[in-house]
């Protein structure tokens, strides 16, 4: 059985790997708050254990069964997510922290029973799919807002944020997922989106922009 140490590491990998091509030690060491010899002997330790492909001055990968487990943890993890929005009253900012210690010690029985009891939901309260049993993720065909240009319309699929701040502003916007949208205008130099939703225009930071995946739509 792993530790929760080590599960968190290869949660770390899995969610650098979905926006980088390379995962180095460094970007471990910064998303985990260790240092870089810390984060070091874990890597080597795991990959001791098959769970992480890492050779001497090359990024950091996770191997099949390394990418299973992930998978495994990513399904425990976004379940609880959405038993604590649908059935214990959360909102979807506020699931964090307990979702992040329930994750560790729950069985796969009770993971399983989870799914029957919300009735196998595809994804959790911020947009993201949940993995098969197996741990097989089937990602969504999507683009940042950020990116989409003016006259450009979307359909919110996922909050790609951890910082509950950010969330609920998100949310506050009415920028949650599967919500629909337009992009009016986009200020230069990183300036920020007008965007169009539910009769209104709402002005949408940059950086947030960039932390909303989005399906695009035809006009």
């Not at 495994?72 to 649908?86: D, G, N, Q, S």
């Not at 009735?119 to 911020?126: A, G, I, K, L, N």
Request: aromatic share 4%; glycine share 6%.
């Amino acid at each position: 059985m792993l530790s929760e140490s080590s599960e968190m590491y290869l949660q770390a990998v899995f969610r650098l790997s979905e926006k980088n091509s390379e995962v180095t030690i460094g970007q471990i060491a910064d998303a985990m708050g260790h240092s870089l010899s810390t984060v070091s002997e874990k890597v080597r330790r795991l990959t001791d254990q098959g769970l992480l492909l890492h050779e001497w001055r090359e990024g950091v990968a996770l191997s099949e069964e390394g990418e299973r487990v992930a998978g495994k943890l990513l399904r425990k993890r976004r379940l609880i997510e959405t038993f604590l929005v649908r059935m214990a009253g959360y909102l979807p900012y506020e699931v964090h922290e307990d979702a992040c210690r329930l994750e560790h010690v729950i069985s796969e029985r009770l993971t399983e029973a989870l799914d029957r009891m919300l009735d196998y939901p595809r994804s959790d309260p911020h947009g993201h799919p949940i993995p098969s049993s197996e741990g097989e993720l089937n990602k969504k065909d999507t683009v940042l807002l950020s990116t989409i240009g003016p006259g450009d319309q979307a359909r919110v699929a996922a909050i790609c944020t951890r910082d509950a701040k950010m969330m609920k502003y998100i949310n506050e916007l009415g920028l949650r997922p599967d919500s629909t949208c337009r992009v009016i205008e986009k200020a230069p130099f990183d300036g920020p989106l007008t965007v169009a939703m539910n009769g209104k225009n709402v002005a949408v930071a940059a950086s947030l922009a960039s932390l909303i995946e989005v399906e695009t739509l035809d006009s």
